[in-house]
């Protein structure tokens, strides 16, 4: 049985009881038994829900996530103990050396540009071949700023000449709900794998608690693309947009030769960097690929 997540938008209470999630809404009441739940998202703050039944997905690893006003994630409950390695981990991260930080970065950004290439295939085939190049100048730390050049040169193509992302515009909107809920899957996995999310590859802000999120989420970034893309001429994020969104985590990919869905190729991506760290290379990192339509 596939797993499904729960959207709620306006529930006078969620709870827990015999082992089922229970959302109640007026007089009508629906179960969702704990085993056929994925994630949980409240849209709206008109939601009352109790400890038990956040404790209850806490403990069988299923995230929650709250959105704000404009229905993007804002908060995330994860389980707290849920790796027993958890400071092994952490030294592990933090005498990562300037070096293999590098390498790493390096098959990120170059995954990241070949999956953006993939897009830009069916747009125009000549700019795929361009990025898809650029690809292979990616050097160790991208110091010649590839990542940066691709994106112009993908953007422009796949959207219009004038797009950029730091518009307000409601495709961007698309975007950043997309990119999140891939973070948040991320997140959840780094903290399974008793990782800290603050301590990155790359980036590195003080203020950024997701520093290592921001780093693994690159090469999937083109998976939210084109869920994007197929909300071209939409003006608002509606349910069914937001439901359209969430399921990109089903949405097929190639990982290690083989088909698997992104949800699962964010698990394996994060185990294999904990194999980078204990083997102190970046050789075990796995990334996934777009499948051609």
């Not at 179960?31 to 949980?40: E, H, R």
């Not at 109790?50 to 997905?57: F, N, R």
């Not at 590839?146 to 409601?170: C, D, G, L, M, Q």
């Not at 089903?250 to 980078?276: M, P, R, Y």
Request: aromatic share 10%.
């Amino acid at each position: 049985m596939s797993k499904r997540i729960i959207v709620i938008e306006s529930a006078q209470k969620v709870s827990f009881s015999k082992n089922a999630i229970v959302v109640q809404i007026d007089d009508q009441v629906s179960y969702f038994p704990i085993s056929t739940i994925q994630a949980v998202i409240f849209e709206t703050d008109h939601n009352a829900v109790t400890v038990a039944a956040l404790k209850c997905l806490a403990l069988q690893d299923i995230p929650v996530i709250f959105c704000d006003s404009r229905h993007l994630p804002c908060a995330t409950v994860f389980p707290t103990n849920m790796y027993f390695e958890r400071a092994n981990r952490l030294k592990l991260q933090f005498h990562l050396s300037t070096q293999l930080k590098k390498r790493l970065w390096q098959k990120i950004i170059r995954q990241k540009i070949l999956n953006q290439a993939t897009v830009t295939y069916s747009f125009s085939k000549s700019t795929a071949i361009h990025i898809k190049q650029l690809a292979k100048l990616v050097d160790e730390g991208d110091t010649q700023l590839n990542e940066a050049v691709a994106a112009r040169i993908y953007f422009k193509a796949i959207v219009h000449n004038n797009f950029t992302r730091r518009s307000k515009t409601p495709l961007n909107y698309f975007f950043n709900y997309g990119y999140a809920i891939i973070r948040s899957l991320i997140t959840q996995q780094l903290m399974a794998h008793g990782l800290e999310p603050c301590i990155g590859i790359w980036h590195h802000g003080n203020r950024n608690s997701l520093n290592l999120t921001y780093d693994l989420i690159e090469a999937f970034r083109p998976f939210v693309d084109t869920r994007v893309l197929d909300l071209l001429g939409e003006s608002e994020l509606t349910k069914e947009n937001r439901i359209y969104l969430l399921e990109l985590v089903e949405q097929e990919c190639w990982f290690d030769g083989k088909k698997t869905t992104v949800k699962n190729a964010i698990n394996l991506c994060v185990d294999s960097f904990v194999k980078c760290l204990d083997a102190n290379s970046a050789s075990p990192l796995l990334l996934p690929s777009l499948v051609l339509p």
